[in-house]
């Protein structure tokens, strides 16, 4: 048995090492034009076969049209990398946020990520944010602030500018918003910058500061380095300070606390030392204003977080609720739901009926030709359960398909606990899906007062809820696309645009260097003069 898995782990190990350097040479090779116009035609069959929405903001003339004109513009051999550059421009004609083209990256053998592993990027340390037409880093992960405002001039010889001009095209946002696109290339610059250049080691990076310009080099350095520093300072302190030696009730009060730090932890979606993805907390002496600042919609368990912080609000008697959906992404339709259901003074329908191309669009979901072969394994067990479930969910209307989310689709009642005092919801560029469909509702129902600038997803709905994740045969781009329409009841006119806040402001990057929440501002200012 020991002689049977040994030669089991050993057979996996090199079918593993073996399968990545099949995908590199693949992904490095030069495709041949027919291969890549057989690329062009597949992914266009897929969204024309599961895409619900595909026609929305651009008229199917215009679509084919515009694959047409790449599959002609492909004259000759390029590999994944070039094919994905060229591909992503011309699927953001969709005008569908949720659908995006992923570049074909190296992978890793085992023994390679792990070596990685011990190592980190200085580059990845930086947090970018696009403002007034200039890339500027907007926070540092690691010991050295003071690059914190900076503009960034050049990444090795390629001028910033035109690196995020060139990004921004291979992005779509819902309909013809344009605010997603400044904030999105920004908080994602390390992401396309990767996409576009692949993995490298060191990258010299020009700055600009006030009159000064200068260069930086960032690189791979060995984690290691740290580590045995920190070790050598235990060591050193190990043999002159011994551990103190805990009694049975400080043990149980130690274990306690940990156990109380894991639960706030899990509770508020921990993501990194000191920042969560849900946060509550009172502004000035007393309890009259809350800021809630929510991340995603998404990280671990919800439900105890809002029950806690609306029950906490009502006994504190809050008279103002700022609610903070800056740079929030979206997340879970169940998660909103439930937020709103605090928020709201009146009986409502969170969304309605879901348009699909298919009556079993979860079989669509999970068997993807990108699905594992376990997923495929028990979805292929459980289709019958599956498909019988869809097939008494999705009914047909007017010659197209419907899936109906009941449980969001029934009228509800608000929550005992809702909040009563006035309502401020901070929004930007990055408030996208999830976020978007939580402020549609809040804005028709005349809920709130909104602040800063559009969101980047659409008012009127966005096809996301469960994607297809599929890949080209030749270039193993993968490309993502929903399968469903959410959208709220709520309509306006024109189509393709986002929320738009009451009092529009845009930060500008002497408000970054000065710490100052211009948005933040705004809303307490207004509370002053509404309290005089």
Known sequence: MKKFLLVFSVLCFVTSCTSVKTYNEQIRSLHTVEDLQNDIDKLYRQLKKHHPKLYQYTPKAVLDFKFDSLKTAIKQPMNSREFYKKLAPVVTHVRQGHVSVGSANK??????????????????????????????????RGKDSSLIG???????????????????????????????????????????????????????VTFKNKDS?????????????????????????????????????????????????????????????????????????????????????????????????????????????????????????A?????????????????TASEVKSRVPFMTFIMSNTSSTSRKIVGGLLSPIIITHNLLKTKKNAGKLYYKFNNFSKTKAPNPLHFKG???????????????????????????????EETGGAYNGTVAGIYKLYQLPTTKLKV??????????????????????DIKIIPTIKDRKLKIDTELKWVLSDIEKTSD
């Open 335 to 351: 998660e909103i739901d439930k937020l709103y259901s605090y928020l709201t003074d009146k009986n409502y329908q969170f969304i």
């Open 107 to 140: 992978r890793f053998t085992r023994k390679e990520r792990k070596l990685l592993k011990k190592k980190k990027f200085e580059f990845y340390d930086l947090d970018f944010e696009y403002l007034n037409n200039k890339l500027y880093v907007k926070n540092t």
């Open 422 to 452: 006035k309502i401020y919801v901070l929004i930007n560029g990055n408030s996208f899906s999830a976020s978007s469909l939580l402020s549609t509702h809040l804005k028709a129902n005349k809920r709130a007062v909104f602040v800063g």
């Open 213 to 333: 310009v200068f260069t930086k080099t960032f690189k791979r350095l060995k984690k290691e380095d740290k580590k045995v520093e920190n070790d050598s300072l235990k060591n050193d302190s190990a043999k002159t300070v011994k551990p103190k030696r805990l009694t049975k009730s400080e043990k149980k009060a130690k274990r306690i606390a940990r156990k109380k730090k894991k639960k706030f932890n899990k509770k508020h979606g921990y993501i990194s030392k000191n920042k969560y993805t849900r946060n509550l907390n009172f502004i000035g002496n007393d309890s009259t204003i809350a800021l809630m600042k929510i991340r995603a919609f998404g990280n671990g368990p919800y439900k105890a977080f809002y029950k806690e912080s609306f029950a906490k609000l009502d006994s504190a008697k809050t008279k103002y609720f700022i609610l903070d959906l800056r740079d929030n992404g979206g997340g879970r339709i």
């Open 150 to 204: 900076n503009e960034v001039l050049k990444i090795e010889n390629d001028l910033a500018p035109n690196l995020v001009e060139t990004f921004k095209t291979q992005f779509a946002t819902d309909g013809y918003n344009t605010t997603l696109h400044n904030r999105f290339v920004g908080k994602n610059f390390k992401t396309f910058y990767y996409r576009n250049k692949g993995f490298v080691d060191s990258l010299k």
């Open 480 to 501: 993502r696309m929903g399968l469903m329409q959410i959208e709220a009841p709520q309509k306006q006119l024109p189509d393709g645009y986002g929320v738009k806040p």
